[in-house]
């Protein structure tokens, strides 16, 4: 499986802010994913109430979607302008806290409480902090995630998960020698020995 010269490729987090500024966000899908509502019946497994984690989540309009399902959204996004995005969208009211864990950190909680998205660097995040999950919807973190980051983040993940969680992932297939990314090519071969 050849990734080109992705393997060696960083962004960093002031040109992921940058795009947001810019508006260059073409990731950012106005409508639900598809492929979430395809699978839905996968990440909830004849479950409610669930704990669902969006790893870089810019402002998802499946935050809103399964909440509005009776689910609790937690999401992790490193752009401030993002977070506040999502919630004026959705003309939702909320409150922002310092995160004591985390320098610099501030969560931009719903008033009714069912979505608390942190604003920090995903790698400040950990499962004392945020808690566990019972789902996760990754559908643009693991391919945003620098190619070198990419055992980090899914060591991470991992730890975020209750035993029976569910987890869905959307990749991209294509020639990584003619893109540079992101979105990165990940092989499925380097996903299953990533997650095991």
Known sequence: SDVGSQKERVVTEEEWLQKWEMGNIGFHK???????????????NGRSGLRIFFP????AVEMKWLADMGHSIVGVEISEQ???EFFS????????EPVPEILG???FQSTSGNISL????????SSSIVGKFDGVWDRGALVAVNPCDRQRYVSLMISLVEKNSSYLLVTVSYDPNKHQGPPFYVPESEIKSLFG
């Open 82 to 84: 993002a977070v506040k």
């Open 89 to 96: 969208d959705h003309s939702l009211p909320y409150c922002e």
């Open 105 to 107: 950190a501030k969560m």
């Open 30 to 44: 106005e409508q639900g994913h598809p492929l979430l509502q395809k699978y839905l019946d996968v990440l909830l």
């Open 118 to 125: 942190y604003c920090c660097s995903i790698y400040d995040l």
């Open 56 to 59: 870089l989540c810019g402002k």
